[in-house]
């Protein structure tokens, strides 16, 4: 990919609203299929998977590194967004616990791309951003439990989020979604009190 390229995909200008529900299915299908067969995925196969001509998603993604590039960025938003209606509409333990839970999710996905993730993310200072905003996400969520003593004191986002990055690695290590819930448990019973 050259830097025009990674510019073009991050200084796009606002499209149609058809042209916005196209991408947005397109983005939907690849983060499907780049979960379930890493990047390998068949650009061909999700464009169909997005009801779309190829060459719509190749006019939007010229290419699949473009694709990949704008998918991880929309789940990152995504998981972050996530946290503030989380906590307008669960318990705070339920809201953090549910996060966690996508955050899994976004890793399995991100995993399933890490190979291409590696050409694209080659800038420090980005995924230093990424971490960032993944870290205020859960001090969003940690906040409205430590006001009600359900949050153990001092815990730190950060050191949540590293916790929740090595729960994701080795459950896929061990190819098992189910052990990674397993251990949100036991992370769980560090940071909150009940």
Same mark, same amino acid.
């Given at each position: $990919?050259?830097?025009?390229? *990674? !510019? @073009? /995909?991050?200084? =796009? ?7 916005? =529900? ?18 390998? %995925?068949? +650009? &061909?196969?999700? /464009?169909?998977?997005? *009801?779309?001509?190829? *060459?719509?998603?190749? #006019?939007?993604?010229?290419? &699949?590194?473009?694709?990949?590039? %704008?998918?991880?960025?929309?789940? +990152?938003? #995504? ?13 705070? =333990?339920?809201?953090? #616990? @549910? ?5 899994? !999710?976004?890793?399995?996905? &991100? ?10 993310? @080659?800038?420090?200072?980005? &995924?230093?951003?990424? =971490? ?12 409205? *439990?430590?006001? @009600? ?20 690695? $080795? ?6 979604? !189910?052990? /990674?819930? #397993? ?7 560090? +940071?909150?009190?009940?």
């Amino acid at each position: $990919m050259t830097d025009h390229e *990674g !510019d @073009t /995909a991050r200084h =796009r200008r606002p499209l149609r609203a058809d042209a916005q =529900r196209n991408e947005d299915k397109l983005l939907e299908a690849a983060a499907t299929a780049f979960a379930r067969e890493g990047a390998g %995925a068949s +650009v &061909k196969d999700i /464009a169909r998977a997005a *009801g779309v001509g190829v *060459g719509t998603l190749y #006019r939007r993604f010229p290419s &699949k590194e473009l694709l990949i590039e %704008a998918v991880y960025r929309q789940e +990152v938003q #995504r998981l972050c967004e996530a946290a503030p209606h989380l906590t307008a509409t669960l318990p705070p =333990r339920d809201a953090l #616990r @549910t996060w966690m839970e996508h955050f899994i !999710d976004f890793m399995t996905a &991100k995993q399933g791309m890490a190979d291409a993730l590696a050409v694209v993310l @080659t800038d420090d200072n980005e &995924k230093l951003h990424t =971490r960032a905003l993944l870290a205020d996400a859960i001090a969003h969520l940690l906040a409205p *439990g430590t006001g @009600t003593s359900v949050t153990r004191p001092g815990v730190d986002a950060q050191d949540v989020l590293m916790a929740l990055g090595g729960i994701s690695l $080795m459950a896929a290590g061990e190819q098992q979604r !189910d052990l /990674a819930t #397993r251990l949100i448990d036991l992370l769980l019973h560090g +940071v909150v009190t009940g």
